[in-house]
């Protein structure tokens, strides 16, 4: 039988990463999807609401492929008959799959979209902490990992190797909706934007009114009202990963929600990881493979693609560390 946390809770914050008013005015306007908030900001130049919108409308429509929650959307028909025979998705979420297998391989399983009955067992889909038996991890591992995944380029199609695998896209999925957003954008006259998903995923087209870029301001995650600085986005992304809005204590030791699929248990918790790529999607992904895999994996990793940068923060005894890895207009 699986032991109850002690308690589940939250940290001094969620990772935020604040996007802050620029000198020239700007048109805010925002939609709950994906159980976060969506918000886009664009120059107040006259530009039709209604062009803004469409990037609502797009979130939408990606959350109504995606969502594990909906029994009849792409990816839970995906799961339900994955394992039966080869099964054709639309194009553009079959190439999805297949970066996520990329990433997935390129990390050495430390990102990986089959994480999913992980998660669950440490009871963080449900928000109650739960410290599960040996023996279920060890069942469940034998369902989890991408290499499971047998993808057909030709008729693009994918084939589960075994019936219980999931696929779950919580780890990239807003930002998959922000970079499909922002499509809707950019060939309608509007080439000035910034475009966020709770706070922890954005992404930044043109320069802001009155300044160059986009600034958006890092929280301390360990400090209430701290900040840990300005990085400037110019047509670039970020995304954040930190387990300080959900973890749980269990025996005086700490766990929390970001889950290493190539053991099944808990990253350390005491971490944060901010990562800015050329989208969204690629910077959410491996924000959370650099979270698993730690400081020194992710220095290699970025020092073959200049393109990315990553800010690591840690919670030490004499405070909080703050390290600025690649290519960060910090």
């Known amino acids: 039988m699986s032991r109850r946390s002690d308690w589940l809770t939250g940290g001094p914050r969620a990772p935020e990463s604040r996007p802050i008013p620029p ?3 700007v048109t805010c306007l925002s ?31 990606i959350e109504r492929q995606l969502s594990v929650y909906r029994p009849d959307s792409e990816v839970s028909l995906l799961n339900s008959k994955g394992h039966l025979s080869p099964q054709k998705v639309e194009s553009r979420l079959f190439q999805l799959l297949a970066d996520c297998h990329r990433i997935w391989a390129e990390t050495g399983g430390a990102f990986d979209i089959t994480a999913g009955p992980l998660i ?24 989890v990992g991408s290499q499971r995944l047998k993808f057909d380029l030709r008729s693009e199609t994918i084939l589960f190797e075994r019936e219980g695998i999931e696929i779950n896209l919580g780890a990239i999925g807003k930002g998959y909706a922000i970079d499909r957003a922002i499509e809707q954008l950019q060939p309608r006259g509007l080439q ?3 475009l966020s ?66 053991t099944g248990w808990p990253a350390p918790p005491d971490r944060q990881v901010t990562v800015l790529a ?18 020194d994996w992710a220095r290699d990793y970025i020092r073959k693609d200049p393109t990315l940068g990553a800010i ?6 004499s405070g909080t560390a703050c390290d600025v890895l690649g290519n960060v207009a910090w």
């Open 197 to 262: 998903a709770g706070k922890s995923s954005i992404r930044a087209v043109g320069d802001a009114p009155g300044n160059r870029g986009w600034p958006v301001e890092l929280s301390d995650p360990f400090l209430s009202g701290g900040r840990l600085g300005i990085v400037t986005l110019e047509d670039r992304a970020l995304s954040t990963s930190a387990c300080t809005e959900q973890f749980f204590e269990h025996g005086g030791k700490r766990y929390g929600h970001i889950i290493d699929p190539r």
């Open 31 to 61: 939609r709950e999807a994906m159980a976060t908030l969506f918000e886009v900001q664009f120059p107040d130049v006259g530009i039709p609401r209604g062009i803004a919108l469409l990037v609502f409308d797009e979130i939408d429509a």
């Open 192 to 194: 000035s934007a910034l």
């Open 312 to 317: 690591y923060v840690e919670k030490q005894d």
């Open 23 to 25: 000198a020239g005015a």
């Open 120 to 143: 669950r067992a440490w009871g963080f889909l449900r928000r109650e902490g739960t410290l599960p038996p040996h023996e279920e991890l060890v069942s469940l591992l034998s369902r």
């Open 278 to 295: 050329d989208t969204a999607a690629r910077a959410e992904a491996l924000s959370t493979a650099f979270y698993v895999l730690g400081q």
